[in-house]
């Protein structure tokens, strides 16, 4: 019977080694889309984490790819630090895709260390006083996690533990070790080629924000204001890997995300090579346990710079050892509809640097009118004197000089003077729509006062009834529109002042003269 199989068995191990798949190395890309979402948890007001982004990214890289007859394994170098490799898809291919994989080690000085186990390096020592260096070749004989032994002509030795300078001399990279991430597929061609391919995936460690800049007009301490509105879009990349000549988009909107990014964008590992020699201390304390392949933290990145509101040029802000900004202003981003979500797309290819911010204008309204108007709140409970706030109403309509999505972000209000355009005032921005009314708060007024008081209270059967007044005074020399808010679903009718519901508040409005006074009055009637 082992006669009758011997032959078989001979046959078929040629036919075996046939299908050994043949590594072939994907070109770089010679396209690239980068199409970044910002964190889906942050709320209005929340800022970019800058050190640790929650947002992600969509890459797609257009490459070349020649292909040997039969089964091949092909390489991506090259790619996010921060790809989910499960969302990865690859384009273009006749085969498709029988495997894909993610490396687990990138090249460092533990993995060449690792790689090299068994074969042979070049060992150079110092002499101590003459300062001679003598090199000798050696054979790497353990692994990277503890002391490291070489084997050379004198017998086996610990490297670094001899007291005197050395270092190793490696003649080779091993094999599937890489200086960037690589993703690699398996694939077939029965008859092989040159093929351009597309690889599309979801990668951890981006986010992007807007930032708005107003600035009054001149003369606009009036109702009426007119401003200019500009905006930039800030995106940051926190991967190491930068993406040169990329087309950019940005999606704004909430967006529905259940998977959980971080941990399946586990990044390749670095690891440093860490040599123990004992004893270097004592045998109380132990050894000290350096770290060969490590390195200094990297300083925080600088704070992002507001815009100023004359800035339409292109320019560099760079910070030693840090991340930098790069405001792009040569061009705008422009708008289009991604379902229920907004796309804002640069017209031109910029490059997304790794550990970098960037800054591009997509807005810049010249003209965009609103009202200013002072608001506070008078009920029973709040009966007391208080500053009244000031909010910047307007519509988000060409009307009104918009007509745009504008996304969330921050905003800086900045005012004409004799001393050139100062700040007046921040706030936060929520998603809004074109068509939507936009209020946004410019903040406490120093010469318009509100006095509430409860002028009567009775109680008629089992519920509370009485007369209160606001005494609202205006120091402005203009007259000055006023909203005040007399219910917040506390429970009481108004009786006596006319009304509307505003956001879930029932609010007053009316005009207060300048430099005058305007007292208004009204019953309250508590609910059942």
């Known amino acids: 019977m082992l006669r009758r199989l011997l032959p078989a068995l001979l046959l078929l191990a040629p036919v075996n080694g046939a299908h050994a798949r043949e590594i072939v190395d994907a070109s770089d890309p010679v396209a690239l889309a980068v199409t970044v979402y910002r964190d889906p948890n942050r709320g209005v007001g929340g800022e970019m984490e800058r050190d640790w982004?929650?947002?992600?990214?969509?890459?797609?890289?257009?490459?070349?790819?020649?292909?040997?007859?039969?089964?091949?394994?092909?390489?991506?170098?090259?790619?996010?630090?921060?790809?989910?490799?499960?969302?990865?898809?690859?384009?273009?291919?006749?085969?498709?895709?029988?495997?894909?994989?993610?490396?687990?080690?990138?090249?460092?000085?533990?993995?060449?260390?690792?790689?090299?186990?068994?074969?042979?390096?070049?060992?150079?020592?110092?002499?101590?006083?003459?300062?001679?260096?003598?090199?000798?070749?050696?054979?790497?004989?353990?692994?990277?996690?503890?002391?490291?032994?070489?084997?050379?002509?004198?017998?086996?030795?610990?490297?670094?533990?001899?007291?005197?300078?050395?270092?190793?001399?490696?003649?080779?990279?091993?094999?599937?070790?890489?200086?960037?991430?690589?993703?690699?597929?398996?694939?077939?061609?029965?008859?092989?080629g040159t093929y351009t391919v597309t690889l599309t995936y979801l990668a951890w460690g981006f986010d992007w924000e807007a930032n708005y800049v107003a600035t009054f007009a001149e003369g606009g301490n009036g109702r009426d204001v007119s401003l200019r509105l500009m905006s930039w879009l800030t995106i940051l990349n926190d991967n190491n890997q930068s993406f040169a000549d990329a087309e950019l988009m940005a999606v704004a909107g909430t967006l529905n995300v259940v998977s959980d990014f971080e941990d399946l964008a586990e990044p390749p590992a670095a690891r440093p090579l860490r040599l123990t020699c004992y004893p270097l201390g004592s045998s109380l304390s132990g050894s000290p346990v350096p770290n060969y392949g490590g390195g200094m933290p990297l300083p925080a990145p600088p704070p992002l710079a507001m815009a100023a509101p004359a800035m339409m040029r292109s320019e560099l802000a760079e910070a030693d050892g840090a991340a930098s900004i790069v405001v792009t202003g040569s061009y705008?981003?422009?708008?289009?509809?991604?379902?229920?979500?907004?796309?804002?797309?640069?017209?031109?290819?910029?490059?997304?640097?790794?550990?970098?911010?960037?800054?591009?204008?997509?807005?810049?309204?010249?003209?965009?009118?609103?009202?200013?108007?002072?608001?506070?709140?008078?009920?029973?409970?709040?009966?007391?004197?208080?500053?009244?706030?000031?909010?910047?109403?307007?519509?988000?309509?060409?009307?009104?000089?918009?007509?745009?999505?504008?996304?969330?972000?921050?905003?800086?209000?900045?005012?004409?003077?004799?001393?050139?355009?100062?700040?007046?005032?921040?706030?936060?921005?929520?998603?809004?729509?074109?068509?939507?009314?936009?209020e946004i708060e410019l903040g406490r007024s120093n010469q318009v006062f509100i006095a509430c008081e409860v002028t009567d209270i009775e109680e008629v059967g089992d519920r509370w009834?009485?007369?209160?007044?606001?005494?609202?005074?205006?120091?402005?020399?203009?007259?000055?529109?006023?909203?005040?808010?007399?219910?917040?679903?506390?429970?009481?009718?108004?009786?006596?002042?006319?009304?509307?519901?505003?956001?879930?508040?029932?609010?007053?409005?009316?005009?207060?003269?300048?430099?005058?006074?305007?007292?208004?009055?009204?019953r309250y009637i508590e609910n059942d």
């Open 332 to 438: 705008k981003a422009s708008e289009e509809n991604l379902g229920e979500l907004k796309l804002y797309r640069v017209p031109e290819r910029v490059t997304v640097s790794a550990q970098g911010l960037k800054q591009v204008a997509f807005l810049d309204q010249g003209e965009v009118r609103g009202e200013q108007v002072y608001t506070g709140a008078c009920w029973p409970e709040n009966d007391s004197q208080q500053a009244a706030d000031i909010l910047l109403v307007t519509e988000n309509s060409e009307d009104k000089g918009l007509g745009v999505a504008l996304p969330m972000g921050n905003i800086a209000f900045f005012e004409p003077s004799s001393h050139g355009e100062l700040l007046v005032g921040e706030d936060s921005l929520r998603d809004y729509a074109s068509g939507q009314d936009i």
């Open 465 to 522: 009834q009485g007369d209160m007044q606001a005494v609202i005074t205006n120091a402005n020399p203009t007259s000055i529109a006023m909203r005040l808010r007399v219910e917040a679903g506390t429970g009481y009718d108004i009786k006596g002042l006319r009304t509307r519901l505003h956001n879930g508040e029932r609010i007053a409005e009316f005009t207060v003269p300048a430099n005058g006074t305007r007292t208004v009055k009204w």
């Open 53 to 192: 982004p929650q947002g992600f990214a969509m890459i797609s890289e257009t490459r070349t790819v020649t292909l040997p007859p039969g089964q091949s394994t092909i390489r991506f170098t090259g790619v996010a630090e921060g790809m989910v490799g499960v969302s990865a898809i690859v384009t273009g291919l006749p085969g498709g895709t029988i495997e894909k994989n993610r490396n687990a080690d990138l090249l460092s000085p533990a993995s060449l260390v690792d790689g090299m186990l068994g074969n042979r390096v070049t060992v150079t020592r110092t002499i101590p006083g003459s300062g001679e260096m003598v090199s000798e070749s050696a054979v790497v004989r353990t692994r990277a996690d503890g002391g490291l032994v070489l084997q050379t002509g004198d017998g086996f030795e610990a490297v670094r533990c001899s007291g005197v300078p050395e270092r190793l001399t490696f003649d080779r990279v091993p094999d599937g070790l890489s200086a960037q991430p690589v993703f690699t597929i398996d694939t077939q061609d029965p008859a092989g």
